[in-house]
């Protein structure tokens, strides 16, 4: 009985927002100075770090890959990041299980084959969380590997959408998704508009499918017109810091 | 134009965290108004034909805050009330302090024509106010709201084109609120002038009832009840075990006595709560906490039938005599655990829009009758189990002798009665219309003509509907098939059809053939929920009220024989031992060959004469349904019986003209066998696909106190009976024969059946698979597959099927979510409960008018034994009522007529002769039926034989009794017997005979 209300009588969300409504994203590139590529993103109070080495020389014989690059992703849960602090370890399953999207999503758009018997790794850690864990660590490694210099296809951004009372909502939050609500989490190359990652969670009702996928997609495209810009933006920072007669 | 805003919030989780909220401020939140020109909104809320009062000289929209919702939701709820601004600050107060308000505001809001707009005032960036640190919670809200009245008011005024205004005014209980608003400069009104405000209103006369009771109540001073707990003090008692928690449930005979069950140390039992003080201002279903009295002033059974009180008596007293009671009995029973109401957890005061039905009693008018004063006066309930209500109003002398509505608002602690305010009238008492729609309105059964919207969702073909190629595609084609329907006569509802055929291996086939409603009704449809919300069809005995609009449930779902109709087919190989081989579920067009009644059914089997395909496949039928009967009844099925009746009624007046048993036929039990065959096994397939969330029918094993009650009425019979599991107990009922009294099994087995539980719809998710079980029926799992037309489990259950059998069905998350299927049980179970007593009162009714002006001689059975009376059960009518003998009047010397023996369960007596009379369970006893009461009419039942001094009435007075006010037997009784004669209701227990599906109900005409 107690249930809130997610949709309120005007149409909007508890948060304020309107269903078709992403958070409100900060991102920077390059935020830190010892890896090869980094970034720091926020979409709403989910904020994530990543870390990006490589390629370099596979660490372990055993995961070395004779014609391609091979991908390694880590991914942490800092104590601090939920209401109740709650130490995790680092073979969490929920954890290996993301960390394991987020290698499959990148593996068909890093160039691997450039960069034969090598290894990139990623290094994500989530600061805090308010839901979106996927989407978010997604974005933040398409930023980092594109500050490492590392060679891609396209950009990758993903994001969710879901179905609330029969409404689609664009990029839920925590509170949104802890009604074991159908929540479909969408990685896209914007420009082909091709798709690598799909992930469905809880059951969605095949005839609502096709329209939530189509919010989710939109939701990517917005996502990507953010992470253009600052990667843009931090370009020309960067320009004008090594041409210092401008 | 997202404004990011974070703020911190600390929420309790047993222990204290942190929370961390996203809280946008937008700038495209429009004022909703229809005469703003700066706000972007197309569909404006708020019409430019604001309200106007006297006491505010300008049209103007309100801005009532939380505590005016609160107390005043009925005057808001007014039709004269348009045009309101809610504030989100405030609806979302009101969420989490009543739900019950809240959801009452919902449905004003979604009434388009009463215009309540509710506006995100917390999102709006110009009125958002952040809380300043350690600022109390309610002057923040307060502020909160000043600001969206002040904002709205500048607002309107700038966005108004020039000359036409609209004020908004803050209406508020509270005073600093007030005068903080008209320091601000907002326009503001507290409660207290509501009043005005009303009176301005002079369209609306009846309004001012409404806000009469908010003032000077009459405080009955005789009377304080003790504080309720508070949430937490209730909350850790429960926790610990010190309270007990449980749903109230009223004594139909009794509005003092109550109990809850709960598990006291460990076992499932019920807990009493006698007297007034005790009750504590709860009322029938309100959930309450309740703490259990010492050991020593535990009370224990029978009860007596306080009938009804006396006006000067004051509780104290009550007390009293209950306790002398108590002692009295003391070394007999076990006493049961007697308990106190300390706290009530959710009310269940009937809200808007339902009210409570009922009648003025006359006893308390004062003024003249053109009197216009308002005064107080008692409004009885229909329900007996609702404690009187005291309302204010101006109309007293015109509502006398009427049915009218009345809600309760309040029940403070100083007040005796419950207060509450009168909502409208219904119409003359004792006109069949008006007492019809009453009992409907009494069991909260809906019964609108149905919607506009509703009926859209019909076919457009209308009557013309016919079967098509496409619906072939996917259906199995059964039109060849000798398929015929049996049911009762005139039924026009056929939702069941069936064949059987020989099969070349000599086994049979037999085909169950439902009424394929989910092609109609689509998940989600404003026909399906309403469907939905009505449940069940109800059957009276002059009327039905149907789930499903007649163009569905009577035509094109109806199974009508030579038509082509959709059907849901459950199709079994059986051997010849009736065991099932193998069995498949199919979608199918039928064509039934012939809509038998159970009569025409049971001709054709029995003239030999008749050797047609159609007679023959009956006849398989009918063999197979011995065999599957028999090996029930092995496994230990029980047969139970209910009095049930039909009335012949008057064709043109619907006046019942005569009563009739009910009759069975060896063809009634074919249908029922294979009904329930066909509910079993779709019960077996839809768990095997939904575990979690399956929709079963469950019954429970019986509350063995009870029966053993009943088992030692029997010994003195020399009978025994067993009832350790369903197998024991019907042998013993079997068994269970008196020679030279044919109606005692059929007594005992009524009387069995009320000792049961009721069935009822569950979810498997949320029981153990060892709990699906249905008692009665003796099978492991059950559910209700059969009667689409007239039940909406059924219509879930069609979907479970369907999704069940075909992997491309698509299903919504609504068949699986274990949460919503126990919702929707629950609400099925509420609407199936209360058809039946619906139809019970129907019945009781139209008995009612036929005994109106009639006395009769019956004989009839005791059915239970009472402290001060008996229910007595007449066979020929399948009605029963209670015989009261008077209370032991104020000498105690003086020895009553009829005392109660706890020790053997009976009433004895002493006649002036010296011998002994007892009165017990099973008893056959002669009474005198006749009709009486004005307010209320009820049956009155009156001993004759075996004579009692002091208590029956002899034959010869009888004719003085039907119209004199006191029965002048004895001197000694003559104060109060007629006052104590007010008759009970029917027992309230569902009778749970074969689960429902083998009762089939059906109306004539």
């Known amino acids: 009985m107690s249930r809130q209300e997610l949709i309120g009588p005007q149409g909007l969300r508890q948060d304020g927002r309107r269903a078709n409504e992403l958070r409100k994203i900060k991102c920077k590139p390059s935020v830190l100075s010892q890896a090869d590529g980094s970034s720091y993103i926020e979409q709403g109070n989910t904020k994530c770090l990543a870390a990006v080495y490589g390629p370099r020389e596979a660490r372990q014989k055993g995961q070395v890959i004779h014609n391609k690059a091979s991908i390694n992703v880590e991914l942490s849960l800092a104590p601090f990041s939920m209401s109740e602090r709650k130490k995790r370890t680092k073979y969490d399953k929920r954890l290996l299980e993301i960390a394991s999207a987020v290698k499959q999503t990148f593996e068909p758009v890093i160039m691997t084959s450039l960069f034969a018997r090598s290894q990139i790794d990623i290094y994500l850690q989530i600061l805090q969380f308010d839901g979106g864990i996927i989407q978010i660590c997604i974005n933040a490694a398409t930023l980092a590997l594109i500050d490492a210099g590392i060679p891609m296809l396209e950009y990758v951004c993903a994001c969710s959408a879901g179905i609330i009372e029969n409404t689609i909502l664009l990029d839920l939050n925590n509170t949104e998704e802890s009604f074991d609500t159908p929540e479909l989490t969408v990685a896209l190359l914007p420009k082909s508009e091709k798709v690598t990652l799909l992930q469905l969670d809880s059951r969605l009702q095949v005839n609502e499918f096709e329209n939530v996928m189509r919010t989710a997609a939109k939701g990517c495209k917005e996502i990507y017109e953010v992470l253009e810009d600052a990667t843009r933006d931090h370009i020309k920072d960067l320009l004008n810091r090594s041409n210092p007669i401008n | ?1005």
Request: hydrophobic letters at 35%.
């Open chain 2, 1 to 1005: 134009m997202l404004h990011s805003k974070t703020f911190l919030k600390r929420t309790k989780k047993g222990n204290a965290v942190k929370t961390v909220r996203e809280h946008y401020l937008r700038d495209d939140i429009w004022c909703s108004a229809e005469i703003c020109l700066l706000c972007a909104h197309t569909e404006p809320v708020l019409s430019a034909n604001a309200l106007f009062t006297q006491l505010l000289n300008a049209p103007h929209y309100i801005v009532p805050d939380t505590n005016v919702f609160l107390n005043q939701i009925y005057f808001l709820e007014h039709q004269a009330i348009h045009d309101v601004i809610v504030l989100q600050t405030v609806y979302e107060d009101l969420r989490n302090l009543s739900l019950s308000v809240y959801n009452r505001l919902r449905t004003l809001i979604n009434d388009k024509s009463r215009r309540f707009y509710v506006f995100p005032n917390e999102h709006h960036r110009e009125t958002y106010t952040e809380r300043k640190k350690e600022e109390p919670l309610n002057e923040w809200k307060g502020r909160a709201i000043r600001s969206a009245v002040k904002w709205y008011s500048t607002h309107l005024e700038k966005a108004s084109n020039s000359g036409n205004i609209i004020e908004v005014a803050l209406l508020s209980d509270d005073v600093e609120n007030i005068n903080n608003a008209k320091a601000e400069g907002i326009l503001a009104f507290s409660v207290s002038t509501v009043k005005e405000y009303v009176v301005g209103m002079t369209d609306y006369p009846d309004l001012i009832n409404m806000v009469e009771n908010f003032v000077d109540i009459e405080k009955d001073k005789k009377i304080c009840y003790e504080e309720h707990f508070n949430a937490t003090k209730i909350s850790n008692g429960l926790k610990n075990g010190t309270l007990y928690q449980g749903s109230l449930n009223i004594s139909m005979h009794n509005y003092l006595e109550g109990s809850i069950l709960s598990t006291v140390e460990g076992v499932d039992t019920q807990i009493l709560i006698l007297g007034r003080l005790y009750l504590n201002r709860a009322i029938q279903g309100d959930v309450v906490a309740v703490q259990l009295l010492p050991k020593s002033e535990w009370s224990r059974a029978p009860t007596s039938a306080v009938v009804e009180e006396d006006e000067e008596g004051d509780a104290s007293t009550e007390l009293k005599d209950e306790q002398l009671g108590k002692v009295a009995n003391e070394d007999i029973e076990k006493p049961k655990p007697t308990g106190k109401v300390v706290g009530i957890i959710k009310k269940n005061w009937r809200s808007y829009p339902l009210s409570y039905c009922g009648y003025i009693n006359s006893k308390f008018i004062k003024g003249s009758a053109t009197s216009t004063i308002s005064e107080n006066v008692f409004v009885s309930a229909m329900d007996t189990r609702i404690p009187r209500i005291n309302i204010r109003t101006r109309q007293a002398k015109n509502l006398l002798g009427k049915r009218i509505l009345v809600a309760i608002d309040s029940w403070p602690k100083d007040s005796k009665y419950p207060l509450g305010h009168f909502v409208r009238a219904l119409g003359e008492a004792g006109n069949k219309d008006t007492e019809t729609e009453v009992l409907l309105l009494e069991h909260d059964v809906p019964f609108q003509e149905f919607t506009q919207q509703v009926l859209k969702n019909l076919p457009p073909e209308g009557e013309n509907w016919k079967v098509k190629k496409e619906h072939l595609r996917d259906r199995l084609d059964l039109r060849h098939l000798n398929i015929c329907s049996i049911d009762p006569p005139k039924c026009t509802d056929i939702d069941d059809a069936l064949h059987a055929r020989l099969l070349p291996n000599g086994n049979y086939e037999v085909g169950v053939h439902i009424a394929d409603v989910t092609h109609f009704v689509k998940e989600g449809t404003p026909l399906d929920e309403e469907a939905a919300n009505r449940g069940t069809t109800v059957y009276l005995v002059d009327k039905r009220i149907d789930m499903l609009p007649p163009l569905l449930g009577t035509n094109l779902c109806s199974l009508h024989e030579r038509k082509d109709r959709l059907s849901f087919s459950c199709i079994w190989e059986l051997n010849s031992e009736a065991e099932i081989v193998n069995v498949t579920f199919s979608k199918s067009v039928i064509s039934s060959k012939a809509s038998l009644t159970y009569e025409q059914a049971q001709m054709r089997i029995d003239d030999l004469k008749m050797q047609d395909d159609l007679t023959k496949s009956i006849r398989i039928l009918n063999e197979l349904a011995k065999k599957l009967r028999q090996r029930r009844l092995i496994k230990g099925a029980l047969v139970l019986a209910s009095p049930e009746v039909r009335f012949q009624l008057d064709f043109d007046s619907q006046d019942p003209v005569d009563i009739e048993m009910k009759e069975s036929r060896e063809t009634n039990a074919l249908v029922e066998e294979f009904m329930l065959l066909a509910n079993i096994s779709v019960a077996e397939k839809i768990h095997s696909k939904f575990s979690k969330s399956a929709l079963l029918r469950n019954h429970p094993s019986p509350i063995k106190e009870k029966l053993e009650e009943l088992a030692k009425a029997l010994s003195s019979f020399g009978l025994s009976m067993r009832f350790d599991s369903s197998k024991s107990l019907s042998d013993s009922l079997d068994k269970a024969v008196i020679k030279g009294d044919s109606y005692f099994n059929t007594l005992l087995r009524i009387l069995t059946t009320r000792c049961m539980l009721p069935a009822a719809y569950i979810c498997s998710g949320s029981f153990e698979a060892k709990d699906y079980k249905h008692y009665g029926l003796a099978t492991n799992i059950y559910t209700h597959f059969t009667s689409p037309i007239r039940r909406y489990s059924d219509v879930i259950v069609h979907r479970m099927l369907a999704a069940s059998i075909s992997p491309d069905q698509a299903y919504s998350n609504k068949l699986t979510d274990t949460r919503k299927i126990q919702e929707l049980c629950e609400t099925l179970n509420h609407r199936h409960r209360m058809a039946q007593m619906a139809a019970r009162s129907s019945v009781e009714l139209h008995t009612n008018i036929y005994f109106k002006g009639k006395v009769e001689e019956n004989n009839g059975y005791v059915a239970r034994i009472l402290k001060n009376g008996f229910i007595v059960l007449i066979p020929k009518y399948g009605i029963e009522g209670i015989v009261y003998f008077p209370k032991n009047q104020t000498s105690s010397n003086t020895t009553p007529p009829v005392v109660y023996n706890s020790h053997d369960n009976c009433l004895e007596s002493t006649t002036e002769t010296g011998s002994k009379i007892s009165i017990k369970l099973f008893d056959q006893v002669t009474v005198q039926v006749s009709v009486q009461g004005e307010a209320i009419q009820k049956l009155k039942i009156e001993l004759l034989k075996p004579f009692i001094h002091g208590f029956s009435v002899s034959t010869d007075s009888t004719k003085n009794n039907n119209d004199a006010d006191v029965m002048d037997i004895d001197e000694d009784e003559s104060n109060s017997l007629d006052k104590k004669n007010r008759s009970k209701k029917k027992e309230s227990r569902e009778s749970s005979s074969g689960g429902g599906s083998g009762k089939r109900k059906k109306i004539k005409g």
